[in-house]
């Protein structure tokens, strides 16, 4: 039954999200991007509840790809609210295809090659630089030629973990670098279209609730079909107990973690609304599921990137590009799945559970 939540292609699940969010009684919103597809491009919204409840919002597709799986757990939440009634005390604020470019296109950047959980800074001075180590990483990152069926990429980056240390690694490539354009993790040089829609959009999608549980999902990181919920803030011993009380200490990492799942960012998303609805209490984790392991699924950012910037979009190597790096975000295997539906679920329940009781 989980599997029926996914869809094949960004126009389908945008498609099913609006027709299920419509049958369950949501009020509706879309935000076009103007970009270079053969489809038109959306951010979605969908709203279920009264605007002063206590509310839940899901977020998809901030990493484009990774959309098909957070697009199937939204489908599934709705598919339940249309079939047993809204809940009386709990508004649900969904946010669908934050990046439908990448979501339609199979890629993980925007149609700006833009990292989007990158892009949210305050400050202008912000999009500037690159962390320690990129630099010198940038050939073995980001070659300006198609992807090879040849190259020992494997080998590369096991003597670059070796030389540099794993969690050293990981910061340098994926903390968020604003020098090199056509670069994996690329933050931007200003606000993109999607960033400037939340600036300009999300007061009213989230009301006037004072209290808000946001859960905005992601995968490619940590063990196959397992999940953590990564902190955004460096949450203070109150708000970290609220956190593993609500959703089980196992499953919650705060950002200073040792050997952490992830690994420090600028511009993020989370970070930037829990900022701007500072007045708050506006609670969000990064639900961040397991598929393959890390030196795979880097290796299909990097190729699927050259192979957006360098190749031929009807070559065997472009789609096979694209295909691993559906495959690395959104597996295809029933099991994983079904897990990740069910898991999804779980998570929305028990946030919606911390809601109705006192904090």
Not at 204 to 215: A, E, K, L, M, N
Not at 302 to 310: D, F, K, Q
Not at 351 to 357: E, F, I, K, S, V
């Amino acid at each position: 039954m989980s599997e029926s939540h996914f869809s094949e292609t960004y126009a389908e699940a945008r498609r099913r999200f609006n027709g299920v969010a419509a049958a369950a009684g949501a009020t509706l919103s879309s935000h076009r991007i103007d970009a270079q597809c053969r489809e038109e491009l959306a951010i979605d919204i969908a709203i279920i509840g009264a605007d002063t409840a206590p509310t839940v919002v899901t977020s998809s597709g901030v990493h484009g790809v990774e959309g098909f799986f957070g697009s199937a757990i939204q489908h599934a939440i709705l598919d339940r609210l249309r079939q047993t009634g809204s809940e009386p005390n709990i508004r649900h604020v969904l946010i669908h295809g934050v990046n439908p470019f990448g979501f339609s296109r199979l890629r993980r950047f925007n149609e700006d090659n833009v990292d989007l959980n990158r892009n949210f800074l305050e400050n202008a001075d912000g999009y500037k630089g690159a962390p320690a180590g990129y630099a010198t990483l940038n050939g073995f990152l980001n070659p300006e030629s198609p992807p090879s069926r040849f190259e020992p990429f494997k080998l590369r980056a096991l003597w670059n973990i070796w030389r540099h240390g794993l969690q050293p690694l990981k910061q340098a490539i994926a903390g968020g670098q604003y020098q090199y354009p056509r670069g994996i993790f690329f933050g931007g040089n200003g606000p993109c279209k999607s960033t400037q829609i939340v600036f300009e959009n999300c007061d009213r999608w989230i009301g006037p609730s004072d209290r808000v549980v946001h859960i905005d999902f992601h995968s490619g990181l940590g063990a196959y079909g397992a999940y953590k919920l990564l902190l955004t803030e460096r949450a203070d011993p109150e708000a970290f107990s609220w956190y593993t009380k609500t959703f089980g200490t196992d499953y919650v990492e705060p950002l200073e973690a040792p050997n952490a799942t992830a690994y420090k960012i600028s511009g993020v998303f989370g970070e930037w609304l829990q900022a701007h609805f500072g007045t708050r209490k506006y609670r969000f984790v990064v639900a961040e599921f397991g598929t393959y392991g890390g030196i795979r699924v880097l290796g299909a950012i990097r190729g699927e990137n050259r192979a957006h910037h360098y190749g031929v979009e009807d070559s065997k190597i472009y789609q096979s590009a694209k295909a691993e790096l559906l495959e690395c975000f959104c597996p295809s295997d029933t099991s994983w799945r079904k897990k990740v539906v069910e898991s999804g679920l779980k998570i929305i329940d028990q946030a919606t559970h911390a809601l109705n009781g006192v904090e």
